[in-house]
């Protein structure tokens, strides 16, 4: 008798939980998207230790934010981990289309905004353009022999003299 109590208890729960599980995963969306632009829309006000010095590319975002800190960072990078995991957890919940959507939303906000943490874009743009337009070979020269190109000066100082590593494929 007793197994049967349980059997229906937990039928019941499960009922529950899955009557709530489209509308937690709309909630946990949510969290990624304002996550995401939380730290886009600070990103591009450009006075940040974690936005590296780059061309303006997201200036039509200026003045929207605040200056990104590494506190609201913090706090929107858990955020964004902790609704992440959430969703993974209710992944059963959402459909494809959904999905889909939601990450085609937050790749646009990330394109949107600046370049963040990292100068490694501009490396791979330097490598690109010491074979396209300066005729050297980026495996034999680091970004240092394009020192006038425009974009030298947006590599980051660990790169200038290195070659790049990445294989031809």
Same mark, same amino acid.
């Given at each position: 008798m007793s197994v049967a109590v349980e059997g229906g208890g937990l039928r019941l /729960?499960?009922? @529950?939980?899955?009557? +709530? !599980?489209?509308?937690? !995963?709309a909630v946990l969306a949510l969290v990624l998207v304002a996550a995401t632009a939380e730290i886009v829309l600070d990103g591009a006000l450009d006075h940040s230790s974690l936005i590296p010095r780059s061309p303006p590319i997201a200036g039509w975002l200026t003045g929207i934010g605040e200056r990104l800190g590494y506190r609201v960072f913090l706090i929107a990078l858990l955020s964004? /981990? &902790? $609704?992440y995991a &959430? =969703? %993974? $957890?209710?992944? &059963? /919940?959402?459909?494809? @289309? +959904? /999905? *889909? !959507? *939601? %990450? $085609? %939303?937050?790749? !646009? =906000? %990330?394109? $949107?905004g600046p370049i963040l943490l990292s100068t490694d874009v501009f490396s791979y743009i330097a490598y690109a353009r010491m074979g396209v337009e300066h005729g050297l070979n980026p495996y034999l020269h680091g970004p240092t022999a394009i020192a006038g190109d425009p974009v030298y000066r947006f590599v980051g100082q660990d790169w200038r003299h290195v070659a790049t590593a990445y294989g031809p494929l």
């Amino acid at each position: 008798m007793s197994v049967a109590v349980e059997g229906g208890g937990l039928r019941l /729960a499960r009922s @529950r939980s899955e009557r +709530w !599980a489209p509308s937690l !995963a709309a909630v946990l969306a949510l969290v990624l998207v304002a996550a995401t632009a939380e730290i886009v829309l600070d990103g591009a006000l450009d006075h940040s230790s974690l936005i590296p010095r780059s061309p303006p590319i997201a200036g039509w975002l200026t003045g929207i934010g605040e200056r990104l800190g590494y506190r609201v960072f913090l706090i929107a990078l858990l955020s964004f /981990a &902790g $609704a992440y995991a &959430g =969703l %993974i $957890a209710l992944s &059963g /919940a959402v459909s494809r @289309r +959904w /999905a *889909l !959507a *939601l %990450i $085609a %939303i937050l790749h !646009a =906000l %990330i394109f $949107a905004g600046p370049i963040l943490l990292s100068t490694d874009v501009f490396s791979y743009i330097a490598y690109a353009r010491m074979g396209v337009e300066h005729g050297l070979n980026p495996y034999l020269h680091g970004p240092t022999a394009i020192a006038g190109d425009p974009v030298y000066r947006f590599v980051g100082q660990d790169w200038r003299h290195v070659a790049t590593a990445y294989g031809p494929l």
